[in-house]
């Protein structure tokens, strides 16, 4: 029996000798990043991955999902990256970096804004291509309740149109809220667009032929580089009326200028202690806003691949990310680009 008992014990240590090659050899887990459906957040998002695949060696992958969606998602780790995070914009940002269950990394474009547009031509006329101003008063948001003709909807013709955000972003709630606050919300139609991407191609069909539109569009983007607009003036920034826009569910929400944009890398609190090196990476990322508008520029024009242009970027730009890295992970990547 006791020979019996060292020839099994014998046999059970040599086959856990044997599976631990097998289970060293197992591939770690990807890193999941938030899947942005807009230029900029895609753009981002691929140029952290890539940096991340080729400079640190860890998997990473996307999920997709709206913004509301992908901050609850981080909250819980489900995913733990959001690669182009304005943060302290909504509730759920707010109560979960209040909760430490998500941080923002770094600033990571400086001189990023948001607002409501209108071409330029509206106001001041293009005389090459025709055009009369059809609003030559049009200054502040306040002032389109007299122009409400001028943006006529289509389908609701007694009422102008505002195009909107998609559902599903932060931005779409406060520009609803804007709406009330501002007077507007029952002479112009709130038109949510199904996409950044048809949000994109309405403005440029609409200002492409001369015609009136009226939306919100943020930078960095291609659009706001491409056309002469004009950005209408709100009053200035309020934090307690800033309350009242973020809150789908606040009555009477109050004007203001919108919140003075931070972008960073959102990352789940999880996360924050399992990569200590790609914090210290995140927090030094700085993307300057004229390069990064002409790559986006680039990159809409010639309806290329975020990832192709991510390792374009990163192969021809090595004076802009080589410092947000150690010298040995900046080589790691110059020589996995090759």
Known sequence: MTAMKKLLGGALLALGLASQPLLAASPPAPIHFGALTWESGNLITEILRTLVEKGYGYPTDTLPGSTVSLEAALAKDDIQVIGEEWAGRSPLWIKSEAEGKVIALGDTVKGASEGWWVPEYVIKGDPERGIEAVAPGLKSVTDLVRYKDVFRDPESPQQGRFLNSPTGWTSEIVNSQKLKAYGLADSFVNFR??????????????????????????????????????????????????KTLSNPNEAHPRGTRSLPARLSIGVSAPFHARYPELVQFFDKVDLPPALLNQTLAHMAEKRLDPRVVAEAFLREQPQVWSAWLPADVAAKVKENLK
């Open 193 to 242: 667009s199904g996409s950044s991407a048809a949000l994109d191609a309405e403005v440029s069909a609409q200002i492409r032929r001369g015609k009136p539109v009226l939306f919100y569009y943020w930078s960095p983007t291609p659009l706001l580089g491409r056309y002469k607009l004009v950005q209408l003036e709100e009053p200035a920034f309020d934090a307690e009326a800033w």
